[in-house]
């Protein structure tokens, strides 16, 4: 007698059986462990524009997308995020001259990008103290950083208190940000804006992916100088 005429047929069966529910004992929980993602990301929130823009506390954005900081000794101006995002890799800025004397809401500086020049409002009264010579000479380094280091110039304010008061801070800045992006993907095709870029930010130079042909439209009427 073999080895093979020790197992009957119904004991054969019973070991096969019993190597399936050993083998779905283990991939149960496998299952649960690799389905667990996919169950966590089901349940995370809906994504908001709100959450790639976070505006420093004492910065004020105008419609134009300049922003204002009050500060000792005067206020200073740059472009925000969203401005850097749109336009794309600067090629050069002109700025005012120090004693020249800017308005809210006048067109008071500008950038070069791409060939094309756009202007942009002031977001405050006041006489030009100082420029940053870092926007001269290395521009496109500013997206980097367009809050601190990104600065553009600086302005001995006239009326202040009153300009604050048509400008956005805090919670009301982000969601303007957020708006505007919005706006965008509105008008335009909703796969347009690829914003998981470099981990969830807008995609630098949107405007000539949104519209490779009339880009710079879509910069001067997001300015506010068309």
Request: net charge neutral; charged share 20%.
């Amino acid at each position: 007698m073999n080895g093979h005429e020790l197992l009957s047929p119904h004991a054969t069966k019973a070991i096969e059986y019993g190597i399936a529910v050993a083998y779905l004992l283990l991939f149960i929980p496998f299952w649960r462990a690799m389905s667990r993602p996919a169950r966590a990301r089901a349940k995370a929130p809906a994504f908001s524009f709100a959450d790639l823009f976070q505006v420093p506390e004492g910065v004020h954005l105008h419609r134009g997308h300049a922003w204002a900081r009050p500060e000792a000794g005067g206020v200073t101006v740059g472009i925000d995020d969203f401005g850097h995002g749109l336009v794309g890799p600067i090629d050069s800025f002109q700025l005012p001259i120090v004693g020249f004397r800017v308005r809210q809401g006048d067109s008071a500086f500008g950038l070069t990008a791409g060939g094309e020049k756009f202007a942009l409002r002031a977001p405050v009264d006041g006489t030009v103290t100082e420029v940053n010579p870092l926007a001269l000479s290395d521009p496109a380094a500013l997206h980097r950083d367009p809050y601190g280091a990104g600065w553009l110039f600086r302005v001995q304010p006239v009326r202040l208190g009153h300009n604050v008061k048509t400008l956005f801070s805090g919670e009301k800045a982000r969601k303007f940000l957020a708006e505007s992006a919005e706006a965008l993907q509105l008008a335009f095709r909703p796969e347009a804006l690829s914003l998981a870029q470099d981990g969830g930010a807008l995609v630098h130079g949107i405007a000539r992916e949104l519209d490779p042909e009339h880009w710079d439209d879509v910069v001067r009427a997001s300015f506010l100088t068309r």
